[in-house]
């Protein structure tokens, strides 16, 4: 017995980015579904009910308004570019926007095929196009996402690592909450958004790994011959 649970042990430990990749995947397709067959989930009520009683202020709002602007396409265009001026590698400086690229497409082709249309019921401000799933949680999770794999992999500084991510992980919550907040959103909107997010990462971090792994090898063939 104990052999068989070291081995699964294994599994997951060498597998785990795509065993996670496939939750994530199920997940969203599953609220996609829902989606498709316009339904309204218990989950958008309930989501946008407790944010309602517990959130909701005259205090509150210019705060949320100003965190969904943190993922807005100003500030991530803005961000991508001057991490780019800023990050000597600029292999990795064109990874960030390619990111971000990436992200915005995927984007926009799910919103336009399941073509959801936005709650209109509680809206704070306006918002227009379709609402599943959320850019701003998406794009934000990509975006914010792929800084903490950067940061994680390179910062060798273990407290200004973990508080950066710590910060940036927030952030990312913050911004998904802020989108439901302001009533342009739908909790699962949100939700897919985020794990629609995470599958594309998983996916474009390997793709990155792969590739500097091959041109490390034949940097080391060219060096032996």
Request: proline share 2%; hydrophobic share 50%; with cysteine.
């Amino acid at each position: 017995m104990k052999q068989y649970t070291s081995k699964i042990k294994k599994i997951i430990t060498k597998n785990w980015k795509w065993l996670l990749l496939l939750i994530c995947m199920i997940g969203f397709l599953s609220l996609a579904e829902d989606v498709f067959n316009k339904e309204i989930m218990n989950l958008d009520i309930i989501g946008y009910n407790i944010i309602s009683k517990y959130l909701i202020s005259d205090f509150a709002t210019p705060i949320a308004q100003f965190i969904t602007n943190l993922g807005g396409e100003i500030c991530l265009i803005s961000s991508s570019v001057l991490l780019f001026i800023i990050i000597k590698n600029k292999k990795i400086g064109i990874c960030v926007i390619l990111n971000l690229a990436i992200a915005t497409i995927l984007n926009v082709l799910l919103k336009n095929i399941l073509q959801r249309p936005r709650p209109i019921e509680y809206r704070i401000i306006d918002e227009s196009g379709y609402s599943f799933p959320s850019g701003h949680s998406m794009i934000s999770m990509a975006f914010y996402g792929f800084i903490i794999y950067l940061i994680y992999k390179y910062v060798k500084n273990k407290k200004v690592k973990y508080t950066s991510i710590s910060i940036l992980s927030i952030l990312i919550f913050a911004i998904g909450i802020s989108r439901i907040y302001l009533g342009v959103h739908y909790t699962s909107d949100v939700l897919a958004g985020f794990l629609i997010a995470i599958s594309y990462l998983i996916v474009f971090t390997s793709m990155i790994q792969f590739v500097s792994l091959r041109r490390n090898e034949g940097e080391n063939e060219k060096n032996i011959k």
